[in-house]
T-cell receptor
Framework: DGGITQSPKYLFRKEGQNVTLSCEQN?????MYWYRQDPGQGLRLIYY???????QKGDIAEGYSVSREKKESFPLTVTSAQKNPTAFYLC??????????????FGPGTRLTVL | AQTVTQSQPEMSVQEAETVTLSCTYD???????LFWYKQPPSRQMILVIR??????QNATENRFSVNFQKAAKSFSLKISDSQLGDAAMYFC????????????FGSGTKLNVKP
């Protein structure tokens, strides 16, 4: 089955700790994305990556970091510098970079709660 | 900056009837892409329909169709013969033509389907 997986589904973190959210895709997509979703709001772009070893900041990158060492994987680290990290995090991928991707395909999401 | 507005936080429809969800957007571009995504309780985002701004013909996917009014910057979604499985959050999204990695999402409309 092709798709995007995110783990864990629920994640709890103590204040001051870094935590890493996993995102893996086996769709052979070039581009990958991380979004944050808060109640009553739409999705906001945190980071995106068009190719391996390259990534760009989105609209709300402060307090987050990413890596793209493999095409299939795009982990997101929520650092202690992120002041309000409790949210639902969605990973997405799209088929093409450097062209016109058809659309974005989403994973099931990770709910992060800071205790 | 582009903005996407969904003015209906919640709507209800009777099973088998038709409902229309509203979306307006603000842009100075002439070429862009518009999308409707569905987010069921599982929280995974699912593409419902897409529209290319340079195409005047409204997109249709089975029971889902759009009313794209470019001059009015309006992109409404019509769901015909509503089914219980249509109950979800629906997000309107805009994608620029020059930065295909940037999607702008509305705040969503929660659709309830009554049996």
């Amino acid at each position: 089955d092709g798709g995007i997986t995110q783990s864990p589904k629920y994640l709890f973190r103590k204040e001051g700790q870094n935590v890493t959210l996993s995102c893996e895709q086996n769709l052979n997509h070039d581009a990958m994305y991380w979004y944050r979703q808060d109640p009553g709001q739409g999705l906001r772009l945190i980071y995106y990556s068009q190719i391996v070893n390259d990534f760009q900041k989105g609209d709300i990158a402060e307090g987050y970091s990413v890596s793209r060492e493999k095409k299939e994987s795009f982990p997101l680290t929520v650092t202690s510098a992120q002041k309000n990290p409790t949210a639902f995090y969605l990973c997405a991928s799209s088929p093409q970079a450097g062209g016109l991707p058809d659309t974005q395909y989403f994973g099931p999401g990770t709910r992060l709660t800071v205790l | 900056a582009q903005t996407v507005t969904q003015s209906q936080p919640e709507m209800s429809v009777q099973e088998a009837e038709t409902v229309t969800l509203s979306c307006t957007y603000d842009t100075s571009e002439s070429d862009y892409y518009l999308f409707w995504y569905k987010q069921p309780p599982s929280r995974q985002m699912i593409l419902v329909i897409r529209q290319e701004a340079y195409k005047q013909q409204n997109a249709t996917e089975n029971r889902f169709s759009v009313n794209f009014q470019k001059a009015a910057k309006s992109f409404s979604l019509k769901i015909s013969d509503s089914q219980l499985g249509d109950a979800a959050m629906y997000f309107c999204a805009y994608r620029t033509s020059w930065n295909f990695n940037k999607f702008y999402f509305g705040s969503g409309t929660k659709l309830n389907v009554k049996p």
